[in-house]
């Protein structure tokens, strides 16, 4: 069964301190992985695309890894700030003869304090 | 600001309601779709239209009902609803490629919290 699985669930750090977050995935075939960002009642933003053959991309503080072995993905945040505090999704893209399918994870919300 | 806009923001209505929610996308792109999340849920997908045609319904109540006028615009009726129906919908779009490239990117709107008393 395809499925992604984001640890932690919620995580609290404070500003300035680094941060990563796990996604973990069963997802057959694989297509690409994302990384989004998601503001209260906004809509996800994407950070980062990734493709089987990338390892590591990174977007300003964001930097996503892919290990497509292991079929796992980190992003990781550096120097975090109070504006880094929202839910991260991590979304597996899977193409196959009924087209494109996006397999969501739950999401990990990422409190930063000062 | 993704190019996606969605309206209302916010809204409640009772359970014999009837009322619609809009997506205009800015983009260009040639698909749309409608999510629904719930707390602690992942995304879900309710309906997909490509080329301005209905490509997928997951088994979504018909108390939803989109409808799809141009490759700009997607709306989805509600009417019936129950209070397990309150939720953030999404709309989303993308550029689907031919050939068997799969889809792109998909840009999400801000989302509409809807709440059924």
């Known amino acids: 069964k395809n499925q992604v699985e984001q640890s932690p669930q919620s995580l609290i750090i404070l500003e300035g301190k680094n941060c990563t977050l796990q996604?973990?995935?069963?997802?057959?075939?694989?297509?690409?992985l994302r990384w989004y960002k998601q503001d209260t009642g906004r809509g996800p933003v994407s950070l980062t695309i990734?493709?089987?053959?990338?390892n590591t991309k990174s977007n300003g503080r964001y930097t996503a890894t892919l290990d497509a072995d292991t079929k796992q993905s980190s992003l990781h945040i550096t120097a975090s700030q109070l504006s880094d505090s929202a839910s991260y999704i991590c979304?597996?893209?899977?193409?196959?003869?009924?087209?494109?399918?996006?397999?969501f994870g739950k999401g990990t919300t990422l409190s930063v304090s000062s | 600001e993704t190019g996606v806009t969605q309206t209302p923001r916010h809204l409640v209505m009772g359970m014999t309601n009837k009322k619609s929610l809009k997506c205009e996308q800015h983009?260009?792109?040639?698909?749309m779709y409608w999510y629904k999340q719930s707390a602690k849920k992942p995304l879900e997908l309710m309906f997909v239209?490509?080329?301005?045609?209905?490509?997928e319904n997951n088994s979504v109540p018909s108390r939803f009902s989109p409808e799809c006028p141009n490759s700009s615009h997607l709306f989805l009726h509600l009417h019936t609803l129950q209070p397990e129906d309150s939720a953030l919908y999404l709309c989303?779009?993308?550029?689907?490629?031919?050939?068997?490239?799969?889809?792109?990117?998909?840009?999400f709107g801000p989302g509409t919290r809807l709440t059924v008393t």
């Open positions: 989303a779009s993308s550029l689907i490629g031919g050939g068997g490239e799969g889809s792109y990117e998909q840009y």
């Open positions: 996604c973990n995935y069963t997802v057959s075939p694989f297509s690409n």
């Open positions: 990734m493709t089987f053959s990338e």
């Open positions: 979304v597996v893209s899977s193409f196959g003869q009924a087209g494109t399918a996006l397999i």
């Open positions: 983009l260009g792109h040639n698909a």
């Open positions: 239209y490509s080329l301005e045609e209905r490509v």
